[in-house]
């Protein structure tokens, strides 16, 4: 008790001190959970700032700030558009699939063919008793073709066979037209208008000494399609030329009508008109169309100098139609072309999702003044064609291109019905028409599919 007295007593005296001392540590430890608090709360809201910041910073990065909203109306759009692309597709398809593209029925194929064909696609199988029926029947149609465009069937007898017909003995066509044109004046008795010089290397692809795969099937009936369109866009201009004689025509040779493979040797890059120099044009006139030309679907037609595209070769000797003995991968080979305008390898898994490309060439002997008309039938074809290049006397072509002078599309009597011989005659030119004409596939929901992760278009 002694010591509490004398430890208090001195703790009194010394009171200033002490009370200093427990003053600073109260302030002390006041200051410490004050200034706790305070940081805590300043991280705290640190955070919650920087947090904001980059949120605003991911939304100036983003091109596009969608919510439930915007998202909704978006997907509304896509179904929509999908709807028009449908429709459109569909209202393609069905123009080619009534006007051309159809399988025929007839006494030896009958309604069973179509009806077993009805829905499938390219390369879809074809069983083996169709097949035997569609041999049967494709090896008689070629007459149809030549009655298209009135041609001569004696053709190839009167022009010297293959050989002559593509070079005609290593001259022009119309060097050959010329040698022939006073007998074709002479013979007045002629029931045909148009010459068709190489109609026998159709007329053997329609024969198979085999039995036919699904796909050599496929690739035939196509390619008589689209040389139905072609003999049409022909036959069409005959008819406004008024034709009725084979010294009247528009169009007096069929030099070569290729399809497919041998229409895809070359790339077709870019859409060009390539006309003979103003000195070496034949006749002597001219033949000026400006520097720019559209026609219906096809565009404009710009200038420029085109390489060799060779005729390529037939799909060979082997006998029958050619397709004989060939895989189907040797059939589909260089047939179709890419978006880039590449020939497929025929192999490939697919020719096209909405349709195939598939290359043309014609190399006629025509007036020359009739070019515009027989370009404007190529557009307005059942399978629309799309000329991508046009030559006129390729011998005698060159870079320059159109000449300067006027037109002389009116002389001699006028391009149509009235037109005289010797007008005609002198402007027969040698004229190579290059295109791409499109087969619809039949309109596919899986194609067209949409979802909200992903937009087809």
Same mark, same amino acid.
């Given at each position: 008790?002694?010591q ?14 002490? /009370? ?21 709360r300043? !991280?705290?809201r ?8 980059n949120a ?7 091109s596009?700030?969608?919510?439930d ?16 692309? =449908?429709?459109l ?45 569609y ?5 008689e149609?070629?007459? *149809? ?5 009135k041609?001569?069937?004696? =053709?190839k007898k009167? !022009? ?9 003995g ?11 044109a006073?007998?074709?004046?002479t013979q ?8 068709? /010089?190489?109609?026998?290397?159709l ?53 070569e009508l ?16 390539? /006309?003979? !120099? ?9 033949? !000026? ?13 710009d ?7 060779g ?14 003995g060939l =895989?189907?991968?040797e ?5 179709? /072309? ?7 390898p025929?192999?490939?898994e ?14 006629? *002997? ?9 370009l ?20 005698k ?5 159109? *000449? ?12 149509r ?5 010797e007008s005609i ?5 040698e ?18 599919? *949409? ?7």
């Amino acid at each position: 008790m002694d010591q509490v007295r004398t430890i208090a007593k001195i703790v009194w005296q010394q009171r200033f001190w002490v /009370l200093s001392i427990l003053g600073t540590i109260v302030v002390l430890v006041c200051w410490g959970l004050a200034t706790s608090d305070l940081e805590a709360r300043f !991280s705290k809201r640190k955070s919650t700032i920087g947090s904001k910041f980059n949120a605003v910073r991911a939304i100036t990065n983003e091109s596009f700030h969608p919510n439930d909203d915007v998202n909704a109306g978006d997907q509304l759009q896509v179904e929509a558009q999908k709807d028009y692309v =449908s429709k459109l597709w569909s209202d393609l398809y069905e123009k080619q699939r009534t006007e051309v593209l159809f399988w025929p029925t007839g006494k030896v194929l009958g309604d069973e063919f179509a009806q077993h064909m009805e829905g499938k696609r390219f390369r879809d199988n074809i069983v083996r008793d169709m097949r035997e029926k569609y041999r049967n029947y494709i090896k008689e149609q070629f007459k *149809t073709l030549i009655e298209i465009v009135k041609a001569n069937k004696n =053709s190839k007898k009167r !022009s010297g066979g293959r050989g002559e017909m593509a070079r005609f003995g290593g001259g022009s066509p119309l060097e050959a037209m010329g040698g022939r044109a006073s007998q074709i004046d002479t013979q007045k008795d002629e029931d045909y208008l148009v010459d068709w /010089l190489d109609q026998d290397v159709l007329r053997n692809r329609l024969v198979f000494s085999k039995m036919p795969t699904p796909v050599q099937i496929w690739v035939t009936q196509e390619d008589l399609w689209v040389y139905e369109t072609l003999l049409n866009v022909i036959a069409n201009t005959n008819a406004m030329r008024g034709a009725t004689r084979p010294d009247n025509t528009a169009i007096r040779t069929i030099v070569e009508l290729q399809v497919g493979r041998n229409a895809s040797q070359g790339k077709l890059q870019q859409e060009t008109i390539y /006309l003979p !120099s103003e000195g070496g044009q034949q006749g002597g006139g001219s033949f !000026s169309m400006g520097g720019r030309m559209e026609m219906g679907r096809m565009g404009s037609m710009d200038m420029g100098r085109m390489g060799s595209l060779g005729s390529g070769e037939s799909y060979g000797g082997r006998g029958g139609s050619g397709q004989d003995g060939l =895989s189907d991968i040797e059939v589909l080979a260089n047939r179709y /072309l890419d978006p880039d305008g590449l020939p497929y390898p025929g192999d490939s898994e697919d020719f096209g999702t909405e349709y195939r490309k598939l290359p043309i060439r014609m190399l006629l *002997t025509m007036d020359q003044r009739m070019l515009p008309e027989i370009l404007v039938e190529c557009a307005n074809a059942a399978l629309p064609i799309e000329v991508t290049r046009v030559i006129v006397n390729r011998e005698k072509s060159n870079a320059a291109g159109f *000449t300067g002078r006027s037109s002389n599309r009116r002389q001699g009597g006028g391009r149509r019905g009235g037109a005289g011989k010797e007008s005609i005659r002198s402007n027969l030119s040698e004229v190579e028409i290059q295109g791409i004409v499109l087969i619809y596939e039949p309109p596919s929901d899986s194609v067209l599919r *949409t979802s909200e992760e992903e937009s087809v278009f």
